[in-house]
């Protein structure tokens, strides 16, 4: 059967400029046989593979904002609709059939059509061995890349749709009606499809161990990314919402099949599954850590100049953790935690997550009396200033004491609204203003805190100064860090008083875009592997496993053991001592050590807790405030709106109409 021998490409084209070759995508019309004709041709379309990666750093097209972790402005109607930053409006109901949020199935609204993307999949699987002049080694490693990556678009099909339409060949102009016009499979088979292309890819001898050597070279795949991806996948499988849910008991296709098997839970499949992830998960962590030698995060390079006195002993209790913590996701050169990172793409521009959390260090007043900061910078294009972290999740980041807030028996819970001083002594000491007013929240957290927030009478490092956040206060408009840093535009504006620094490289300056530290953004590190496997093992009832990998997450944050913690701190000591206490305290560390890295909207899904996190409204403090008094009232900002549909995406009504064998998924 003669095959298609022309395919026409995108002409909307996000490339992905880790590498030279995938920066070359094909205009036009092109043959295939021209473009499989030498290695140019190839590396071309094996960009054209690549392309289709969702946009996770991306600010206004990236699920990376959705949960309960970020606020966004109010000021303009692009945030209220849902046409800017629209991963935050997911929970804000605002998801709908005719003109999905961030479609992947079929692409726009900030989404990247991965059907697409998993048609050149197959074009390119299909054609690759008719190139002359190439070993077959690398013939074999593009293969083993562009099926992981054909198995990674299913993979975040399933996590978004459900059960998916499945993929594995390019159409022919022959092909029937039927063909084309397939029903989604049940859930299972599509999970399998995934498992069996990451099998296949990781057994390929010739497929790359590790190129951790390249920096430039975190987006293309190798086996420790394969297996760490093949992890994520079956800790899905094995999760509540497609076991033992009772929400998809009708949820069957045409002939009655049942789309998702809702009947596993505390039985021996459900087990089953779970032992597939722990192995999974122990594999892949094995695998980084020998062959790509991974480990977590710890910072040894070269101090600034403005904080070495701050690395003297007995002067920062703190220091040493929280430059661990900020690198561990900002490192732009060789970084040892990272498993899989979005390299340098052209959406590195003006509109990612370092531009919209990224402050202006000052605002001052020209003569005309146009703002502008201390760079002499009157544009806001690369420090937008408006993205910030959600009262619940400052609340959310533990004690110093390794606990939640609400439940240790030292941390002042009660009073933690009121104003008092910050206090001068080495705990504090480089990360919040000694003498500063400020409330007793922001006091005795721990170093992640610090590190990933910018809160008032806080710290800010800057690329040539160590900045102390005067105020916050909307209305002390000459301070640094205040709610109107952002820039000049009527919604750049810091609403919930809340700042984040996770995604600001601590030498980037806001001047000019070549003065942003471009660094891979992490989509998986080595820390989610950690905590995955320590929750796998705690489903199994292996505590003593899930808690070595949880701690030395922990450790590596400043944080004594879950034990001891608990034991001296918490007003539930027993609760690592149980299944269910100890998965708590997992999926709060979850929540706490990947924040803001677009984990959590989909962890909390998974775990099929929606109605539990997102329904309260998005709150901060009252940014309009002009004293201290008035600042810290905690206001509601947005509502969120949760209901059952949410837990799987709708199909966009106009593909039901053009294929009638699709069913939709329920309640949309």
């Excluded at 400029?17 to 030498?38: K, M």
């Excluded at 052209?346 to 990612?352: F, I, L, M, Q, V």
């Excluded at 531009?355 to 020209?366: M, S």
Aim: charged share 20%; hydrophobic share 35%; aromatic share 14%.
């Amino acid at each position: 059967m003669k095959k298609i021998k022309y395919f026409i490409l995108s002409l909307l084209v996000v490339t992905a400029t880790g590498c030279n070759y995938l920066d070359i995508v094909p205009d036009g019309v092109v043959e295939i046989s021209s473009q499989f004709a030498n290695q140019a041709g190839v590396r071309k379309a094996l960009g054209k593979c690549y392309s289709y990666m969702p946009t996770f750093e991306s600010l206004h097209n990236s699920t990376v904002l959705a949960g309960d972790e970020w606020s966004v402005p109010t000021l303009s109607a692009g945030f209220l609709n849902g046409n800017y930053t629209r991963g935050h409006a997911l929970v804000r109901g605002l998801q709908n059939t005719s003109k999905p949020l961030l479609s992947y199935w079929t692409g726009g609204n900030g989404g990247t059509n991965l059907y697409e993307g998993i048609r050149y999949c197959n074009i390119f699987l299909e054609n690759i061995n008719a190139v002359m002049g190439v070993s077959q080694a690398m013939i074999d490693d593009w293969v083993a890349q562009v099926k992981v990556l054909r198995a990674y678009y299913h993979f975040f099909l399933i996590q978004c749709y459900g059960p998916i339409l499945i993929y594995d060949h390019s159409l022919d102009l022959s092909s029937s009606g039927e063909e084309i016009r397939a029903p989604r499979q049940p859930l299972e088979d599509c999970f399998q499809f995934v498992i069996k292309e990451l099998d296949e890819a990781i057994a390929m001898p010739n497929f790359q161990e590790s190129r951790r050597t390249s920096a430039s070279e975190n987006l293309l795949l190798d086996k420790v990314i394969a297996k760490a991806i093949k992890a994520k996948v079956l800790m899905l499988r094995a999760s509540k919402i497609f076991n033992g849910n009772a929400l998809y008991t009708n949820f069957k296709n045409g002939d009655g099949e049942l789309y998702i098997d809702a009947a596993h839970f505390e039985d021996d499949v459900w087990k089953q599954r779970w032992e597939d992830a722990r192995t999974a998960c122990q594999e892949a962590i094995d695998y980084a850590e020998t062959t790509g030698r991974r480990e977590l995060y710890k910072f040894t390079g070269t101090v600034k100049d403005w904080d070495l006195n701050n690395w003297a002993e007995g002067v920062s209790d703190i220091i040493q953790y929280c430059y661990n913590l900020r690198f561990a996701v900002v490192e732009d050169g060789d970084n040892s935690e990272l498993i899989w990172g979005y390299g340098g793409t052209s959406a590195w521009g003006n509109y990612t997550l370092q531009t919209g959390t990224q402050i202006r260090t000052f605002t001052l007043t020209d003569a005309a009396g146009n703002f502008y900061n201390d760079d002499g910078n009157t544009a806001s294009t690369y420090a937008f200033g408006y993205l910030g972290a959600s009262f619940t999740m400052e609340e959310a980041y533990y004690s110093k004491n390794g606990v939640p807030i609400d439940e240790d028996k030292e941390y002042n819970y009660g009073g933690r609204m009121s104003l008092t001083t910050v206090p001068e002594d080495s705990y504090h000491h480089g990360y919040m203003s000694a003498g500063g007013r400020t409330v007793g929240l922001h006091l005795n957290r721990e170093p992640r805190y610090y590190a990933w927030l910018m809160v008032d009478r806080g710290m800010y490092r800057d690329y040539d100064k160590l900045i102390p956040l005067i105020s916050m206060l909307h209305g002390d408009m000459t301070a640094p860090g205040s709610c109107t840093q952002g820039g000049t535009s009527a919604h750049d504006v810091q609403q919930s008083g809340i700042g984040i620094k996770k995604f600001v490289h601590p030498e980037s300056k806001n001047k000019l875009l070549a003065n942003q530290v471009h660094y891979p953004f992490p989509i998986i590190r080595l820390a989610d592997l950690y905590l995955l496997y320590a929750e796998a093992c705690a489903e199994l009832d292996d505590l003593e496993t899930a808690k070595y990998y949880l701690d030395q997450v922990r450790a590596r944050a400043g944080l004594k053991g879950v034990d001891e913690s608990w034991a001296n701190y918490s007003t539930s000591p027993s609760k690592p001592s149980t299944r269910e206490g100890l998965l708590e305290i997992i999926k709060h560390e979850r929540w706490v050590e990947l924040s803001f890295e677009g984990h959590r909207y989909f962890d909390v899904v998974r775990w099929m807790e929606g109605d539990k996190y997102f329904t309260t409204p998005f709150q901060g403090w009252n940014y309009l405030g002009r004293t201290a008094e008035e600042f810290y009232k905690v206001v509601s900002i947005l509502t969120k709106q949760w209901s059952n549909k949410n837990y799987l995406w709708p199909i966009p009504s106009d593909e039901l109409n053009i294929n009638p064998k699709l069913d939709q998924n329920p309640w949309w």
